[in-house]
C-alpha cells in the first residue's frame, strides 16, 4: 500500500547525516530537533502551539485528559473510523457516542452529530478520513451552540486546507480546540517508527498538554496533575523535521496518483471514485472507491481485493468492522444502534494503492486489474 523505502532513498543522504547528527550529540530524548520540529510543524500548521508526544492514540487521549473530561461524560465520534479514537475515549471511562458519517466524504454527518447530543455531552472528536476534511464550519457551530470541545482527530489530513465560505483557510487540526495527528510510517508525513503530536492554539491548554505528555510534571519530579510519558524520540524528530519540507510535495504526488485512479475509472459504472467537497482541498491519506454489487456487496467487493491479491496488487478494507459492531463497544446503547450509512461502507469500501512513489506503469497495471474484474 506504501512505498516508503523509496521515498527513503529519495532524501537518504539528508536523512542519514540527521540520523547520525542525533548519536553524535546523544541527546536521544529532549534533543534540539523535537523542539525545532515542533516549532516548523507549528508555523506549517498556523498552529501556536505543537506538542509532541509517542503516537497519534496519546495524543488523542492528552487532548481529552487536558480538557478534563470525566467518567460517565459523553463524546461523540464517527464508528465509521480507526478504533484509537473510540478505545481512548473508553480508556479514560468516558463514553463514546457514535454519530452517522456522510456517505460521499466518510466523515462526520453534522446533523446526525446534533441528533445524538445529549445533556452528559462533553466534546465532539471529528476525524478528517482518508485526508478528506469533515465539516468543519458546522461542527463549530453546533460545539459553540452546545458549548462543547471540540477535538480534531487529524491522524489522516496532514497539509488539508479547510476552506471557509467565506473564502478563508485553516490547515485541518487548527480549527477545533485541539487537533491530534499521529506520524506513523504510512501516514503523509510518517516517522521511521511511532510519532504523534498534539496541536492547539490556547496556551493554558498548551501548557497542561505538556505536563500531561510529561507524568503531570511542569517542573521535575513535582507532580501536579497525573500524566503519562510519551514522547517523541529526538531521531524521529529529526526525520520529521527534513520530511516536513517535502509534505507539500508528496501531497502533490498523491493528488497526482489520486487523478489517474480517477481518470482511469471514469467510465466504471460500479465503482464510485472518492468525492472532494468544496470545502476540502483532499491530501489523500487513502484512495477509497466504494463498489457497488446489488446482491452480495460485501462478498463481491472482498472478491475484488481477493483478486488484486493474486495479481500482486495490495488493496485494503478500512475498516472491515466499524465501532458500532466491535465486540467491545456494541453494548453501548446512548448510541445510534443502526448505523445504515457506516454498515453500508463497511460492505462497499476498498482503498488501492495510495503513496508517493506510483509510477504510471504501476497505476496502469492497477486501473487495469481493477477495470477487468469490475467488467467496464
Ligand atoms: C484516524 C486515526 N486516528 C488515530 C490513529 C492512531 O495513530 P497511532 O497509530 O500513531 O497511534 C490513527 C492511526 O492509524 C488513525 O488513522
Not at 527513503?8 to 534540539?32: C, P, R, T, W
Not at 500524566?227 to 493528488?255: F, P
Amino acid at each position: 500500500m506504501v512505498d516508503t523505502k523509496t521515498q527513503y532513498h529519495k532524501i537518504k543522504s539528508q536523512v542519514d547525516a540527521a540520523i547520525l547528527e542525533v548519536m553524535e550529540s546523544s541527546a536521544f530524548i529532549n534533543g534540539k530537533a523535537v523542539h525545532d520540529f515542533a516549532s516548523h510543524l507549528s508555523s506549517y500548521q498556523g498552529a501556536k502551539h505543537t506538542v509532541p508526544c509517542a503516537n497519534g492514540t496519546d495524543a488523542l487521549q492528552i487532548a481529552m485528559m487536558a480538557l478534563g473530561l470525566q467518567p460517565g461524560d459523553e463524546v461523540i465520534t464517527p464508528s465509521f473510523t480507526y478504533i484509537a479514537t473510540t478505545e481512548v475515549i473508553a480508556l479514560l471511562r468516558l463514553t463514546p457516542v457514535f454519530a452517522e458519517v456522510d456517505s460521499r466524504t466518510f466523515c462526520i454527518d453534522p446533523t446526525e452529530l446534533e441528533k445524538a447530543i445529549t445533556p452528559k455531552t462533553k466534546a465532539i472528536v471529528p476525524v478528517h478520513l482518508y485526508g478528506h476534511a469533515a465539516p468543519m464550519e458546522e461542527i463549530m457551530d453546533i460545539a459553540k451552540k452546545h458549548n462543547l470541545y471540540v477535538i480534531e482527530d487529524n491522524a489522516q489530513a496532514i497539509g488539508c486546507d479547510y476552506l471557509y465560505s467565506n473564502g478563508s483557510k485553516k490547515k485541518t487540526g487548527t480549527i477545533g480546540h485541539i487537533g491530534t495527528t499521529s506520524f506513523y510510517p504510512s501516514k503523509n508525513l510518517g516517522a521511521f517508527g511511532d510519532g504523534g503530536a498534539v496541536l492547539t492554539d490556547d496556551d493554558t491548554l498548551a501548557d497542561k498538554i505538556k505536563m500531561i505528555a510529561n507524568h503531570g510534571q511542569s517542573k521535575r519530579y513535582y507532580h501536579d496533575i497525573v500524566g503519562c510519558n510519551s514522547r517523541l524520540d529526538t531521531i524521529q524528530a529529526a526525520i520529521l523535521d527534513i520530511k516536513l519540507n517535502h509534505l507539500d510535495e508528496y501531497i502533490a504526488e498523491r493528488r497526482k496518483a489520486a487523478d489517474f485512479y480517477d481518470k482511469a475509472f471514469a467510465n466504471n459504472k460500479r465503482l464510485k471514485v472518492p468525492f472532494r467537497a468544496g470545502y476540502s482541498n483532499h491530501v489523500f491519506h487513502q484512495y477509497t472507491l466504494i463498489i457497488d454489487e446489488m446482491n452480495d456487496p460485501r462478498g463481491y467487493r472482498d472478491g475484488l481485493n481477493q483478486f488484486l491479491s493474486e495479481n500482486k496488487i495490495p488493496s485494503m478494507i478500512y475498516y472491515p468492522v466499524p465501532g458500532h459492531k466491535q465486540k467491545r463497544f456494541e453494548h453501548l446503547d446512548v448510541a445510534a444502534k443502526s448505523m445504515p450509512v457506516t454498515d453500508w461502507l463497511t460492505e462497499r469500501v476498498i482503498s488501492l494503492p495510495m503513496h508517493t512513489e506510483l509510477d504510471e506503469e504501476q497505476l496502469e497495471f492497477i486501473t487495469d486489474k481493477v477495470n477487468e474484474y469490475t467488467g467496464k
